[in-house]
Nanobody, 114 residues
Framework: QVQLVESGGGLVQAGGSLRLTCAVSGSSVSSKPMAWYRQAPGKQREWIARIYYSGLTSYLESVKGRFTISRDNAKNTVYLQMNGLKPEDTAVYYC????????WGQGTQVTVSS
């Protein structure tokens, strides 16, 4: 059974940075394209960043240029570096396969104050 454990969230001021970590067990992060998602209060979960087999990445337009997804195959971990945070980035952040095949983890709360 695949387990996903997200960490690294917190409270930051607008313009600040955070680095989120997704530790994966039960499967290899290189075996499927992986993604970060977020869910803001009262909104549906949305994908924000993807990383494919080749290392190619894609981003939601609103985070492009500010967020960077990466993975470390040796550590079986996926990261999300978030710079230039805005209050509208406040949400619970999750990782999962691009297809959403894995069960969802607890997520990590990111709160950006203005």
């Amino acid at each position: 059974q695949v387990q996903l454990v997200e960490s690294g969230g917190g409270l930051v001021q607008a313009g600040g940075s955070l680095r989120l970590t997704c530790a994966v067990s039960g499967s290899s992060v290189s075996s499927k394209p992986m993604a970060w998602y977020r869910q803001a209060p009262g909104k549906q979960r949305e994908w924000i960043a993807r990383i494919y087999y080749s290392g190619l990445t894609s981003y939601l337009e609103s985070v492009k240029g500010r967020f960077t997804i990466s993975r470390d195959n040796a550590k079986n971990t996926v990261y999300l570096q978030m710079n230039g945070l805005k209050p509208e980035d406040t949400a619970v952040y999750y990782c999962n396969a691009v297809t959403g095949d894995y069960g969802w983890g607890q997520g990590t709360q990111v709160t950006v104050s203005s």
